[in-house]
């Protein structure tokens, strides 16, 4: 059946030229097959997309240019709507002239060609790929959100039952001085546990709209080491974890907000010495370099697979617990660390040469701040 247009004066175009005429001047794609759903025709924006002439397709058939993933379902779906005469609609990847793809939407219905009954099918296929990408990123935002509420709703609850038990020996009456002494030292840790937890969920909503200011002074590499180890040590104690400090320009100034570099160095150090085991050792070097600041933290625990060496960073993703009773976190920390350094024109990146052996951190900022960005 020939798809050239050709009209004779006062007759109306053939089926295939009309489909032909109309077709090539639509921007979707055409497709028209026999009842067998064998290909018959495609049109120029279709055949520019997929690169293959409709010989080639007939040889090969439509499923010819699914995604892998997509072609039984395709295929099915095809010889049902084949079966019952009825339209239907299908979303599949199509592969591009590149062996890319890109999501489809395709309708397709039943035709009278030739004055007789529903002897072929037409489809147009409309490009959803945007939008089949953006409903992605909602589901996935969506069972963040969850993970991180149940997450949330999880630490919370250690520290709030620790201060109700606390509150209820302190104010028994047969508590001695030394006993409310020391519950009031459990209730004043766990508060400041539950701070941090609301400051990390306050940073979450910062980071996802870019909402986080700065405030940039000039401070020195020794004062912020100093600020980052009082910020980091209760974890430290509580780990018995040993520090090695080197500060190889202590005197050396930069422009920065001091307490968001701490706050990022903050939680790069806890997070070393949380997945590493009790009083282990971890290096923190300090230098300048090329006129940046050079924050390196090394530790020598879990270690990192190298395929999560880029997706650490992102919101919500936790490392592996170092070990059965470890505080697992909110999975925040490295995110806001990683956004810090970016607002300064800087970076973090990890490094580690696999599980079991040791992570190694590198913030590098500007000594001067780019205050126009």
């Not at 489909?19 to 001047?25: C, E, K, M, Y």
């Not at 004043?188 to 539950?194: E, I």
């Not at 790069?268 to 933290?297: I, M």
């Not at 060496?309 to 993703?317: A, Q, V, Y």
């Amino acid at each position: 059946m020939t798809l050239n247009f050709s009209q004779t004066a006062g007759r109306s175009a053939s089926f295939p030229d009309a489909v032909s005429l109309i077709g090539d001047a639509l921007r979707d794609f055409v497709w028209v097959s026999t009842w067998n759903g064998d290909p018959l025709y495609q049109n120029r924006p279709a055949a520019h997309y997929s690169g293959c002439t409709t010989v080639e397709l007939q040889k090969r058939g439509w499923s010819s240019l699914c995604h892998p993933d997509d072609q039984a379902r395709f295929e099915q779906t095809w010889q049902a709507a084949i079966t019952s005469g009825d339209p239907f609609e299908l979303e599949f990847r199509v592969r591009r002239r590149d062996g890319a793809y890109r999501w489809f939407l395709a309708k397709v219905s039943p035709i009278d060609a030739n004055g007789a009954e529903h002897t072929h099918w037409i489809a147009t296929l409309i490009d959803v790929h945007r939008h089949r990408l953006l409903e992605s990123e909602l589901h996935r935002a969506v069972r963040h959100r969850d993970e991180f509420l149940a997450t949330l709703a999880h630490e919370l609850r250690t520290p709030l039952q620790a201060i109700r038990q606390a509150l209820s020996v302190a104010q028994s009456p047969m508590a001695s001085a030394e006993i409310s002494m020391k519950m009031h030292a459990i209730v004043d840790r766990q508060l400041k546990l539950l701070l941090r937890f609301t400051n990390d969920s306050l940073d979450v909503s910062r980071v996802r709209w870019n909402a986080m200011a700065l405030i940039p002074s000039s401070v020195t590499l020794a004062a912020i080491v100093a600020d980052t180890l009082e910020r980091a040590r209760p974890l430290i104690e509580e780990q018995s974890a040993a520090i090695e400090v080197d500060v190889l320009d202590p005197d050396c100034e930069v422009i920065a907000d001091h307490e968001r570099i701490v706050q990022a160095l903050g939680n790069v150090l806890n997070n070393a010495v949380k997945y590493s085991p009790a009083g282990a050792r971890v290096h923190f070097r300090v230098h300048c370099e090329d006129s940046q600041a050079v924050f390196a933290v090394r530790d020598w625990g879990c270690g990192l697979e190298p395929q999560r060496l880029s997706e650490i960073f992102d919101l919500f993703t936790r490392a592996p617990r170092g070990s059965a009773d470890r505080p697992e976190g909110l999975g925040v920390g490295l995110a806001v660390a990683q956004h810090v350094a970016m607002l300064h024109g800087g970076s973090l990146v990890a490094a580690s040469e696999g599980l079991g052996l040791g992570s190694c951190f590198t913030l590098r900022i500007p000594l001067a701040l780019d205050v126009s960005q």
